[in-house]
T-cell receptor
Framework: NAGVTQTPKFQVLKTGQSMTLQCAQD?????MSWYRQDPGMGLRLIHY???????DQGEVPNGYNVSRSTTEDFPLRLLSAAPSQTSVYFC??????????????FGPGTRLTVL | AQTVTQSQPEMSVQEAETVTLSCTYD???????LFWYKQPPSRQMILVIR??????QNATENRFSVNFQKAAKSFSLKISDSQLGDAAMYFC????????????FGTGTRLTIIP
């Protein structure tokens, strides 16, 4: 049981390049999400998904796309990287329920630098 | 929209002493969850403690306890017998009660342990 895995751990891009940050979980969690962490701003929600085929925007979605074709995977795509997207990106997953507090499990993060 | 405020960017404490980290939040909801997460230099997000708003009793987890003041919308974390391994960024987070796993984070408090 690997939990939540993210690849790559580090990435450097040039402005305008595209790339995909990978996230996978093996806990059969319905809910998955992407956050970005910037200095002095905590973690902010980019996109989330409540199940395969269902995604929605979070607080800071501009410049990012997501899809959820399987329960296990939730990739985050940067279509045209900008320096403002330099950040640490975290993927998280949890069981989805209308009541009860379910722990969110976070991946180890990806540090992205856009030059 | 909910907001979470951590007014102490940095705190320090002598090893074996007690320290309290502050968190306030703003919400119009009556039922919700509150969390404290720890982020050590490894970047991994680790759940420290959680509180259900409908419970009057303050949550405790070993050396970690909270002071939850619902009317004041305050949720402080007390760390007793501080240890060197407690050095980390600590984030307060809010989650609505029904049907949504989205977390709203504060900006974090960096805790330093003085040997």
């Amino acid at each position: 049981n690997a939990g939540v895995t993210q690849t790559p751990k580090f990435q450097v891009l040039k402005t305008g390049q595209s790339m995909t940050l990978q996230c996978a979980q093996d806990m059969n969690h319905e809910y998955m999400s992407w956050y970005r962490q910037d200095p002095g701003m905590g973690l902010r929600l980019i996109h989330y998904s409540v199940g395969a085929g269902i995604t929605d925007q979070g607080e800071v979605p501009n410049g990012y796309n997501v899809s959820r074709s399987t329960t296990e995977d939730f990739p985050l795509r940067l279509l045209s990287a900008a320096p403002s997207q330099t950040s640490v990106y975290f993927c998280a997953s949890t069981t989805f329920g209308t009541s009860g507090v379910n722990e969110q499990f976070f991946g180890p993060g990806t540090r992205l630098t856009v030059l | 929209a909910q907001t979470v405020t951590q007014s102490q960017p940095e705190m320090s404490v002598q090893e074996a002493e007690t320290v309290t980290l502050s968190c306030t939040y703003d919400t119009s909801e009556s039922d919700y969850y509150l969390f404290w997460y720890k982020q050590p230099p490894s970047r991994q997000m680790i759940l420290v403690i959680r509180q259900e708003a409908y419970k009057q009793q303050n949550a405790t987890e070993n050396r970690f306890s909270v002071n939850f003041q619902k009317a004041a919308k305050s949720f402080s974390l007390k760390i007793s017998d501080s240890q060197l391994g407690d050095a980390a960024m600590y984030f307060c987070a809010y989650r609505t009660y029904f049907g949504n796993e989205k977390l709203t984070f504060g900006t974090g408090t960096r805790l330093t342990i003085i040997p």
